[in-house]
């Protein structure tokens, strides 16, 4: 089993909709779980973090955490054109851990 | 001015050469990262370093040896090398080694093609 777990799309959404994109984990011991955007050929570059159950909002993201289900989400509400990218679900205890990212489409 | 900077962005060579990328970062961060991209996306963590020590040493072989002259730099140098080592490495760096809300800041990826 993987550790961070998300799945791969590609997930299409039409633009101004609400696009949903889920993970999960494996470590019970992990502290903090951030939300990283990477565009094609860039590098990743860190949209949220969240290290509480409940919600978390900035702007157009809401990021979920659920640590009895070890599950942590991220909502992106409005979509736009630019939010299409590959979205990274990452997890830390002792060392960070990524997941193998979700691409993330959005139709005009 | 580059936060985590790495040199070369692409890097092309052929099997067996021996290579090395560099990674310098200017933030004042005390512990240094580098990740391996496969094809599919996925960001695998290959060595970790705090204060120019070794913390985290992943199952990585052993023809990838890291080195950190400093706390601001972590090169890595790879030898003999395989058509499998194409990907694209990043180096990264955080404040102190990762623990409640402390980000990654990431260079921007040497993309290493092997012949």
């Not at chain 1, 777990?5 to 959404?13: H, T």
């Not at chain 1, 011991?29 to 565009?39: A, E, I, P, T």
């Amino acid at each position: 089993q993987k550790e961070v777990e998300q799945n791969s799309g590609p997930l299409s959404v039409p633009e101004g909709a609400i696009a949903s994109l889920n993970c999960t984990y494996s470590d019970r011991g992990s502290q903090s779980f951030f939300w990283y955007r990477q565009y094609s050929g860039k590098s990743p570059e860190l949209i949220m973090f969240i290290y509480s159950n409940g919600d978390k909002e900035d702007g157009r993201f809401t990021a979920q955490l659920n640590k009895a289900s070890q599950y942590v989400s991220l909502l992106i509400r409005d979509s736009q054109p630019s939010d299409s990218a590959t979205y990274l679900c990452a997890t830390s205890a002792s060392k960070i851990i990524f997941g193998s990212g979700t691409r993330l489409s959005i139709r005009p | 001015d580059t936060a985590v900077s790495q040199t070369p962005k692409y890097l092309v060579t052929q099997m067996g050469n021996d290579k090395s990328i560099k990674c310098e970062q200017n933030l004042g961060h005390d512990t240094m990262y580098w990740y391996k991209q496969d094809s599919k996306k996925f960001l695998k963590i290959m060595f970790s370093y705090n204060n120019k020590e070794l913390i985290i040493n992943e199952t990585v072989p052993n023809r990838f040896s890291p080195k950190s002259p400093d706390k601001a730099h972590l090169n890595l140098h790879i030898n003999s090398l395989e058509l499998g080592d194409s990907a694209v490495y990043f180096c990264a760096s955080s404040p102190r080694l990762l623990q409640g809300n402390t980000e990654a800041f990431f260079g921007q990826g040497t993309r290493l093609t092997v012949v």
